[in-house]
């Protein structure tokens, strides 16, 4: 499969991002997420939050060990630390879902490092 855009990777990895409506399914179909959940996410995200250098889903929606009613867990790098924005905002989408963001750029926890390292994938 030929890549067709490339985004900043995680320090230490390669990173190419597919077809964009290649994620989306990839990510209703495996990760549990409905199309439109994805698309309320990307639409939040990229307009109201155009300083994110990338986004990652990690946790058990990344790894395929969620259930119905899994939190979304998304990594993000930015130049400032705009989590409580950021949570404020996902919070308003009319999902089902609670979502835990966490600041990449500020984050202290080698072990959580290492799991979106391993483990994240690129949000569309």
């Given amino acids: 499969m030929t890549p067709t855009r490339q985004r900043e990777a995680l320090p230490g990895s390669v990173q190419l991002v597919q077809n964009p409506e290649e994620s989306r399914q ?36 990344a790894s395929g060990q969620h259930w119905r009613g899994s939190d979304i867990d998304l990594a993000y790098s930015a130049d400032e630390n705009c989590t409580a924005a950021l949570c404020e ?16 750029d500020s984050l202290r926890h080698p072990g959580l490092q290492q799991h979106i390292e391993r483990i994240g994938i690129p949000f569309p």
Avoid at 35 to 59: M, N
Avoid at 89 to 104: I, K, R, S
């Fill in 26 to 61: 990839h990510l209703r179909h495996i990760h549990g997420l409905p199309a439109r959940t994805v698309s309320e996410i990307r639409h939040c995200l990229k307009h109201q939050f155009p300083q994110l250098h990338w986004v990652k889903l990690y946790g058990s929606r």
């Fill in 89 to 104: 905002a996902l919070d308003q989408l009319p999902t089902p879902y609670l979502f835990d963001v966490t600041h990449w």
